[in-house]
């Protein structure tokens, strides 16, 4: 879906932006038509015409530029979030598996507590847990589930940056 806006706003940006530089360069082809009337003037005109030619190809090679890395910032951003739909899965499979009480020699139960260990040791103990007998809810892998979102949403808000056109102000 960010993908899809990405292209769209980077369409419609280089549509408008072509369409600028067309009627720009229109109203000065104009007006060095019109100060070229006169020989004295024609170097003059011509080396306005050369000038703007090279500003033109400087500015389609940063457009280009700009369009790639917001490219790129898109693909980086999709990894990213499978990174995280995966974090995100395996902490709440964590916290089913302790709410449902699942045996702790079950392979599978030994499986999963390896994988999540390291995300979720930094919160082990953060908030008491609420529980009858094995059945537990782990407040704590719940408060780490939403760092979790938190910090997925400032790295795609990063990468969003970057992949947006810089304007001079």
């Given at each position: 879906m960010e993908d899809t806006k990405l292209a769209i706003d980077e369409a419609d940006r280089a549509a408008r932006y072509q369409?600028?530089?067309?009627?720009?360069?229109?109203?000065?082809?104009?007006?060095?038509?019109?100060?070229?009337?006169?020989d004295a003037n024609r170097d003059r005109a011509a080396a306005i015409g050369s000038h703007l030619q090279?500003?033109?190809?400087?500015?389609?090679?940063e457009t280009e530029t700009e369009?790639?890395?917001?490219?790129m910032a898109a693909r980086v951003s999709q990894v990213v979030d499978y990174l995280?739909?995966?974090?995100?899965?395996?902490?709440?499979?964590?916290?089913?598996?302790?709410?449902?009480?699942?045996?702790?020699?079950?392979?599978?139960?030994?499986?999963?507590?390896?994988?999540?260990?390291?995300?979720?040791?930094?919160?082990?103990?953060?908030?008491?847990?609420v529980?009858?007998?094995?059945?537990?809810f782990?407040?704590?892998?719940?408060?780490?589930?939403?760092?979790y979102l938190l910090l997925h949403l400032a790295i795609n808000g990063l990468l969003r940056m970057l992949a947006h056109r810089k304007t001079a102000v």
């Amino acid at each position: 879906m960010e993908d899809t806006k990405l292209a769209i706003d980077e369409a419609d940006r280089a549509a408008r932006y072509q369409s600028v530089k067309g009627q720009a360069r229109d109203e000065m082809q104009e007006e060095v038509a019109r100060q070229t009337r006169g020989d004295a003037n024609r170097d003059r005109a011509a080396a306005i015409g050369s000038h703007l030619q090279e500003k033109a190809v400087t500015e389609i090679s940063e457009t280009e530029t700009e369009i790639e890395r917001g490219r790129m910032a898109a693909r980086v951003s999709q990894v990213v979030d499978y990174l995280f739909y995966l974090i995100y899965s395996v902490i709440g499979l964590e916290i089913l598996l302790e709410l449902l009480g699942a045996r702790e020699t079950s392979g599978f139960k030994h499986f999963i507590d390896a994988i999540t260990y390291p995300l979720l040791a930094p919160f082990q103990k953060l908030m008491p847990d609420v529980g009858s007998g094995r059945f537990e809810f782990k407040i704590s892998y719940v408060f780490a589930l939403f760092v979790y979102l938190l910090l997925h949403l400032a790295i795609n808000g990063l990468l969003r940056m970057l992949a947006h056109r810089k304007t001079a102000v």
